[in-house]
């Protein structure tokens, strides 16, 4: 794992000598701080600023790392133990509840979560937070929204508008951004936009981001227009609240009418979005497509839209207080239902595109595009399952993302998901076909037989009925599958041997077909048909070959390394298995990282390095804790690990073999990857010195 996955700074921090002094000293003596303030104040800012100090230095009390977990774009509570798993890179295949599993991760780590923008999820994430610091003597949580969490033991640090000073310090710096060279001819004047701005950060950053246009002078003038016409806000509301809602609104009406548009139809947006997204979305009565870049453009350069380059390619983002403020707009047009429905039919395209797309070579483009497009996917299911009548969009949405789910590493998400989806009453058999078979797919990795044999039957049956010999088909390979885990290999090579057949009869062919020859080849092997497994991964490898596919490509591998090991052809099972754990570790696979990874360490005991495959032997142990039972029960997946401890410990002695495999279970993900594809036995040993 990363020690931090704050985001880098795309322009300067100014001022906050004082608060960033008191919130280190408070971060030094409290285990929960959280800044409060007004939106636009800067507390996510000072919150980050602070926190990146601490992953730079490594603070002792936080040797484990930062980690970052927004919380703005979600809405739905019972997500936030997903959110933090995703912040913290956990990836667990069981369907233990995800609390449990951020309990057992954290218990003994010492590490700072940074929690930004909570404030909406109150009540549950008051809860999260007092448990995981009850049960995790190590963690300090830093947190920044606009209220307290309001648990014992917490520190509050009101964060206050800039002084007069750090303001105008802020306003140069970023007026120098949008006018390079500028200088105020009358300090004075600068001096009293941040005092009428009350100097929050965000007003005066938009207020720079209008210098190109208007001039100080104009500003000024504006200003004064705005504060008349805005001041009125509700009795007793706060001036800084007036303020900034003064700000925001003072730049909408320095808006043209298509940039007013825009940001109100923007606002539906959940999380970062591309321009491809924004043009179907967001182009319309008003707006014309062509039109859209232009004026998504203008909006940029007033610091009401932030581009940021990512994984994913180019996207765009709204701060979540501009957000707010264009969805009022919004609802104020009449035009919210119809802008979420468009909202809704982009993401399930999306998905549709990512699924076709997988089976390809753009498969890391893929993973890196749907793990961008999160939020929006989480809004566009939420209002699937929230409309009557839409049931079967929510199912063929949560079915279609499959690839993600159980590619890459989000098993309990997706179970969250498939759960709701197929609980509801729906019209449209196949959409619900598709999420039963997904359900079922989902569960058998959990390890939860029940539920996947209660959703593959079902199934099955009302494919039966429907004709829909598709359905049946997955239904029938994932049965199958369930069977090769439970160690049932007979019945599993016959299950898969009819699935093989149904789809060869349908023109079937995508990465799910291709692992269904791949698990049909591991019966084989156990079944003792090395051959037949040998011939059958070396079909899946060579069609993985043409079009570029990874993942299903990596589980042939570990059925071709399993055969070379068998052969004793130890050298190229080492290979084949450094190519597995590459693809496995990209994808956030963990069952074919843990196969590989303990494969591996059989093939050292083979080469003669009992205390490195030691080792790996350690570190594969908290993956199948992640993993769950079934795999780590099964007889046939398990003789690789009982044959290598068996070797090991004959050369080593009990002692010293538990020494190394304790070792091992020390190593992060990180460090066991990069052990793993060190090379050969000794290159391994160079990096693995016994700790006994």
């Keep these: 794992m990363r020690r931090s996955n704050l985001p880098a700074e795309l322009n300067r921090f100014v001022g906050r000598e004082g608060e960033l002094g008191e919130l280190r000293r408070l971060l030094a003596e409290f285990r929960l701080v959280t800044v409060v303030g007004v939106g636009g104040v800067g507390k996510s800012r000072l919150a980050l600023r602070v926190a990146a100090t601490v992953a730079d230095g490594v603070a002792k009390r936080s040797c484990d790392g930062v980690r970052l977990a927004g919380l703005a774009t979600l809405r739905d509570a019972g997500l936030l133990e997903h959110a933090l798993m995703e912040a913290l890179g956990l990836t667990d295949h069981t369907c233990r509840p995800p609390r449990e599993v951020l309990v057992e991760y954290l218990a003994e780590r010492r590490l700072l979560l940074v929690l930004d923008g909570f404030e909406h999820l109150v009540e549950g994430c008051a809860a999260l937070v007092r448990e995981l ?46 006018v390079p060279g500028f200088r105020a001819a009358d300090p004075g004047a600068v001096r009293e936009l941040c005092r009428r701005l009350d100097g929050i950060p965000l007003a005066l950053e938009l207020a720079a981001g209008r210098l190109p246009a208007l001039g100080l002078e104009g500003l000024l003038h504006r200003l004064d227009d705005r504060f008349r016409l805005l001041t009125c806000g509700a009795r ?6 007036r303020t900034l809602r003064t700000a925001i609104g003072w730049s909408h009406e320095l808006c043209t009418p298509e940039e007013r548009l825009l940001w109100a139809r923007l606002s539906v947006f ?20 062509e039109r859209v870049l232009d004026v998504l453009g203008e909006l940029i350069a007033q610091s009401v839209v932030v581009r940021e380059d990512t994984a994913a390619g180019v996207r765009y983002r709204m701060l979540d207080t501009v957000r707010a403020y264009g969805a009022e707009w919004l ?20 998905a549709a595109w990512c699924e076709l797309d997988w089976f390809g070579p753009r498969q890391a483009e893929v993973a890196a595009c749907t793990d961008s497009a999160l939020p929006d996917l989480r809004a566009a299911l939420e209002l699937c399952l929230e409309e009557p009548g839409e049931a079967h969009l929510a199912q063929h949405l949560a079915g279609t993302l499959w690839f993600y789910w159980v590619g890459c590493g989000r098993l309990a998400e997706g179970r969250h998901w498939l759960d709701r989806a197929v609980a509801l009453e729906s019209r449209h058999g196949e959409a619900r076909l ?63 041997g009819r699935a093989q057949e149904a789809y060869r009869a349908l023109g079937e062919l995508n990465s799910q077909v291709l692992m269904a020859q791949v698990e049909l080849a591991m019966a084989k092997v156990f079944l003792g048909d090395l051959d037949g497994a040998v011939a059958l991964c070396r079909e899946v490898r060579e069609a993985c070959e043409e079009r570029g596919e990874r993942w299903t ?34 994808f956030h696979d963990l069952v074919g990282l843990v196969l ?36 780590f029960g099964s007889g046939y997946f398990g003789a690789p690990r009982a044959l290598c401890e068996r070797r090991a410990t004959e050369l080593l002695g009990a002692e010293r073999y538990r020494a190394y495999e304790a070792e091992g279970r020390a190593l992060p993900l990180e460090a066991t990857v990069a052990r793993a594809l060190a090379g050969g036995p000794e290159e391994a040993r160079a990096c693995s010195a016994p700790s006994a």
């Excluded at 010999?469 to 049932?488: E, Q, T």
């Design 596 to 631: 590989a990874v303990e494969l591996l360490a059989l093939v050292t005991a083979s080469e003669g390095d009992p205390a490195e495959a030691a080792v790996l032997q350690g570190a594969a142990a908290p993956m199948w804790e992640a993993v769950g039972l079934p795999l």
């Design 553 to 586: 490509r990596a589980y042939a591998l570990y059925v071709l390394a399993y055969a070379a090991w068998t052969r004793g052809e130890h050298g190229e099972a080492r290979g084949l298995l450094g190519e597995c754990i590459t693809i496995d570790h990209a």
């Design 236 to 241: 007793g509301e706060l001036a800084r609240h």
């Design 270 to 289: 959940a999380g970062p979005f591309d321009l491809e997204a924004v043009e179907y979305v967001c182009a319309g009565p008003q707006l014309p497509a």
């Design 133 to 178: 610091l009850c049960r995790a003597p190590g963690l300090t949580v830093l947190a920044a929204g606009r209220r307290p969490l309001r648990i014992d033991g917490e520190a509050v640090l009101p964060l206050a508008p800039m002084s007069d000073d750090d303001a105008v310090r802020l306003f140069l710096d970023r007026a120098a951004a949008a």
């Design 434 to 496: 598709k999420a039963l078979w997904v359900l079922g797919y989902v569960a058998i990795l959990q390890g939860d037989t029940i539920a996947a044999m209660a959703a593959l039957y079902t199934c099955e049956e009302d494919a039966a009925r429907s004709g829909n010999a598709l359905a049946a088909a997955y239904a029938v390979h994932r049965m199958g599958c369930l069977a090769l885990i439970s160690d049932d290999m007979p019945y599993a090579e016959e299950l898969l």
């Design 331 to 350: 609802s104020a047009l009449g035009d919210e239902d119809r802008l979420r429905r468009r909202h809704r039919d982009w993401y399930l395209g999306l």
